[in-house]
């Protein structure tokens, strides 16, 4: 039987609910994500590092896990917050329940949350620093008062790969590499690799912390900085590499790839309040007007003002005018602030992996 936990956030309040997964105290950043499906994507996206997570669909765990849906080797955020957890899921791929994925991997969740009166917190207030226990509330809120915030860390030093490694795929089906493509690991998605390897690359993915001379010297066709968790100011080490990159490699940048190249070319960023992270955020392309619906997770954004020069913004989000993508008009160089391997998400800016490729082909001639 499930234990009766809390949900203390740094302002003080307490929600009471029932625990499930691992028995243990979960801290970090509380946000929430406007998923209806893909919490087992969700729990194991690098970028929710240092991240409690509320989700708002009020139905959680009802497919199961199972083998195929992860996007990295383990669970990456610091909790799960939900209305309802199901014990008893009901699909065919599934071999274990959320629970156990969650137990195994000493992970603590808490269900019976009002998951709607938190979010319509933080999007008052603003993301803040949360706590999932057992124990007592005031205790638990003096351990969060002591914690060190969460925009204080660099986490992408806990998801980088440690070593770099080729991408390999069992399917039989894929073409034959055509182009060496790098991947830095700032956080990555498996299906980041997964797109890119449909598309004839061998892909190699290195640590996050790689000299730009150590990436040139494999001879890349071209490099995708990859999305990852916490504050690109903080991350002196890949904005100097990525500098040192633009202009001699075709580039694409993905949500905090994108931060960094930004930042590598003089622009700068910012902490939203609450956040994009969901599946269905609206992005228009300024280039032919169209609009994406977009799946989301970040917590920073690049501003718009005193852009460097060459550097132009190629889409912007409907919902509150933020910068989704970026452009130079020398380089071969393009970014986007949101998710085009989706996982979870629409698929319909997979096309931007093709944009990518057709840069890499004109740079080579």
């Not at 959680?60 to 992860?70: L, P, T």
Request: hydrophobic residues 35%.
């Amino acid at each position: 039987m499930h234990k009766a936990a809390y949900l203390v956030l740094e302002d003080g309040s307490v929600h009471e609910g029932v625990g499930f997964g691992a028995e243990q105290d979960g801290i970090g950043e509380v946000v929430f994500n406007t998923s209806m499906t893909g919490y087992q994507e969700i729990l194991t996206d690098p970028s929710y590092a240092g991240q409690l997570v509320t989700l708002t669909y009020p139905l959680v765990g009802n497919y199961g896990i199972n083998a195929e849906d992860s996007e990295s080797a383990r669970i990456r955020v610091g909790g799960m917050i939900v209305r309802e957890h199901c014990e008893l899921p009901s699909h065919g791929r599934s071999d274990r329940t959320l629970h156990q994925f969650l137990d195994g991997q000493g992970i603590p969740g808490i269900s019976e949350i009002d998951t709607r009166a938190v979010t319509r917190r933080l999007r008052s207030q603003g993301v803040m620093m949360g706590i999932i226990t057992s124990g007592a509330p005031d205790a638990a809120l003096k351990r969060l008062q002591d914690a060190t915030p969460y925009g204080d860390l660099d986490h992408v030093s806990t998801v980088s790969t440690a070593e770099q490694y080729d991408w390999n795929s069992s399917d039989d089906d894929l073409p034959d590499a055509k182009h060496r493509i790098l991947v830095t690991d700032c956080g990555l998605k498996y299906n980041i690799l997964r797109q890119l390897r449909r598309r004839g690359c061998r892909v190699t993915v290195v640590p996050a912390a790689t000299p730009a001379e150590e990436l040139l010297a494999m001879n890349p066709s071209g490099i995708l900085l990859s999305p990852g968790p916490g504050d690109p100011k903080l991350l002196g080490y890949a904005v100097d590499s990525a500098r040192q990159l633009l202009g001699r490699v075709p580039v694409m940048g993905i949500c905090l790839g994108h931060q960094i190249v930004a930042r590598a070319l003089g622009a700068e960023t910012f902490k939203l309040k609450f956040g994009h992270r969901g599946g269905n955020h609206p992005v228009k392309d300024l280039a032919g007007s169209r609009v994406y619906i977009t799946a989301q997770n970040h917590g920073y954004a690049v501003s718009s003002e005193n852009l460097p020069s060459g550097l132009e913004v190629s889409h912007i989000n409907l919902n509150d005018q933020t910068v989704e993508g970026l452009r130079h008009k020398d380089m071969p160089l393009f970014t986007i602030q949101y998710h085009s391997e989706a996982s979870p998400g629409p698929r319909d800016n997979e096309y931007l992996f093709d944009q990518f490729i057709d840069m890499v082909e004109d740079f080579r001639g």
